[in-house]
């Protein structure tokens, strides 16, 4: 079964997220730490380690800086913030910086079960509450992002391919998509590639972050 290390300095979250595993996932083994150097020194001396759940405050982080030095040291093992923290900004830093998912500690135990599924099925999970959420700036009056997807690129995809790109950026599975739209989870994954390689980019990370601010129903009114 799974090998999780838990790094986090509070014990009580410890507790509640070791809670929430072992309900889950019978048999899994948790390991825990509460500093960034003795999560190191843990991760590299334990063999088949699946995931680090990683507290973004804690000591030794250094903000995003920790999970840098981790994925560095370690970029085998998967590594998941699991933060107070709900800025969208630091939500999608943190996944460009190499974090597999991002779970708010607000988030409800079914929420954070079903995120816990998808990261270990190899799905990147994304609070899609927080991904959804504005910038304070009107939406039709907001500066274009650095990473906005050129309109061109996006009337090159199909209807569907649209519906697919807004439950992607919605932080939704291909497993919940394809049972949102009713489809085969194998045409999920073929309308993903298709997505991928119209907008030109690399992988479904930097879709979703092209896709955050885009207002899908004025393309799907087509």
């Not at 072992?22 to 083994?29: D, H, L, P, V």
């Not at 380690?49 to 995003?64: E, H, Q, T």
């Amino acid at each position: 079964m799974y090998k999780i290390l838990i790094a986090d300095d509070h014990p009580l979250f410890r507790e509640a997220i070791i809670n929430v595993i072992q309900n889950s996932f019978a048999g899994c083994e948790t390991l825990e730490t509460e500093d960034l150097d003795s999560a190191l020194e843990i991760a590299q001396n334990e063999e088949e380690l699946d995931l680090i759940l990683l507290d973004l405050n804690m000591p030794g982080m250094n903000g995003l800086n920790g999970l840098i030095t981790l994925r560095n040291d370690l970029p085998t093992v998967p590594v998941v913030i699991v933060s107070a923290e709900e800025d969208k900004q630091i939500v999608l830093q943190a996944i460009t910086y190499g974090a597999v998912g991002f779970i708010t500690k607000s988030s409800p135990r079914d929420q954070m079960t079903d995120a816990l599924q998808q990261i270990l099925a190899g799905n990147v999970y994304l609070p899609s509450d927080i991904i959804r959420a504005s910038q304070p700036d009107n939406r039709r009056t907001q500066r274009k992002d650095e990473n906005q997807i050129p309109p061109e690129l996006l009337s090159s995809l199909t209807r569907r391919q649209l519906l697919v790109l807004e439950r992607m950026s919605k932080g939704e599975s291909n497993k919940q998509i394809a049972y949102n739209l009713n489809i085969a989870e194998t045409t999920v994954k073929a309308h993903v590639s298709a997505i991928l390689r119209k907008l030109g980019v690399h992988n479904r990370i930097q879709a979703v972050l092209s896709a955050g601010n885009i207002d899908f129903n004025e393309y799907l009114k087509r």
